[in-house]
């Protein structure tokens, strides 16, 4: 498994790659490799011939400096499991590598990061979409993998390279699930035990709306109703939102049709978490 940390060597590596007939799969991650990364390893797998995996912890991302300083970062285990899961090439730049002194352009998606997560965490899409897009431009992909998880931002990236022609194919892999039902999640080694216990409320939000819905429930209020009831009476869960929105719009939606998603964050302690589920009310 080759290393990079710079982005000239690695596109030369990925267009050599790619002129040998090659196609080039990355599945960008900020690293705390767990199962539902593997799944995206796996996902690249099938669909291209080369897997590029990307760990960068991205500053711009982060609107709370505490969030920053305390995500984890366990680069050796990481490059590890890597290697394990017969990835091809890591790109891990240093900050001052893909932020040098000079930096300026940003890329600023539109009325997508309005919504759900855009005010709740202001500037976070900005960076995400100025990081991805300098991620591609350095992996040269033909595909690139993002897990459904983040929901929100899979749209909004998907929406970013069919407007500035990127001319990459991306890829939604389903979220991945302990076995009580808590989404994976970097995020979740923070968690105390006892907001461990406690979080697992989100996915049992999700499945009792996907329970409505399939008993004909169709009204979206009364969707967002159980969800929010549910982990309303959780008591180390603090409610941030449940929004009932079309996938391709984020736009609330009063009815329940195919294509419409239930989006919930909540806190447990000083941890934040996000989950979603996909209702398929035809
Ligand atoms: O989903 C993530 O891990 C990050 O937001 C991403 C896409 C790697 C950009 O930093």
């Known amino acids: ?37 593997l799944a995206l390893v796996d996902e ?9 995996v990307t760990i960068f912890v991205n500053p711009l991302q982060f609107n709370q ?8 970062q366990p680069i050796d285990d990481d490059l590890v499991a890597c290697e394990r899961a017969g ?15 000079g930096f300026q352009t940003h890329v600023e998606p539109g009325d997508l990061a ?7 965490r202001p500037g976070h899409f900005r960076g995400v979409a100025t990081v991805v897009t ?16 983040d929901f929100q931002q899979l749209v909004i990236i998907r929406r970013m ?10 890829c939604g892999v389903p979220i991945v699930r302990d076995a009580d039902g808590l989404a994976k999640s970097s995020r979740n080694v923070l968690l105390t035990p006892a907001d461990r216990a406690a979080a ?11 329970a409505a819905c399939q008993r004909g429930e169709r009204s979206a209020d009364s969707i967002n109703r159980i969800a929010t009831s549910l982990i309303e009476a959780e008591p180390r869960a603090t409610l941030e939102y449940v929004d009932v929105v079309d996938t391709t719009t984020l736009r609330a939606v009063d009815r329940v049709e195919p294509g419409t998603a239930v989006l919930i964050a909540a806190w447990f302690g000083g941890v934040r978490l996000i989950d979603n589920l996909v209702l398929d009310g035809d």
């Open 44 to 52: 690249a797998r099938r669909r291209s011939d080369r897997v590029i």
């Open 200 to 210: 697992p409320v989100l996915s049992r939000a999700l499945a009792a709306c996907a």
């Open 114 to 120: 309005s919504r759900l997560e855009g005010p709740k």
């Open 1 to 37: 498994m080759q290393v990079f940390v710079a982005p000239d060597t690695m596109r030369m590596w990925s267009l050599g790659e790619r002129s040998k007939g090659h196609r080039v799969g990355v599945v960008p991650t900020m690293g705390a490799l767990h199962e539902g990364h």
């Open 87 to 101: 990835v091809d090439a890591v790109y891990a730049p240093t900050a001052s590598v893909m932020y040098p002194p």
């Open 161 to 170: 390279v069919a407007d500035l022609d990127l001319g990459i194919e991306i």
């Open 134 to 149: 300098k991620l591609l431009g350095a992996t040269a992909p033909d595909l690139a993998v993002f897990g459904q998880k």
């Open 65 to 72: 400096s505490a969030d920053f300083a305390s995500y984890p």
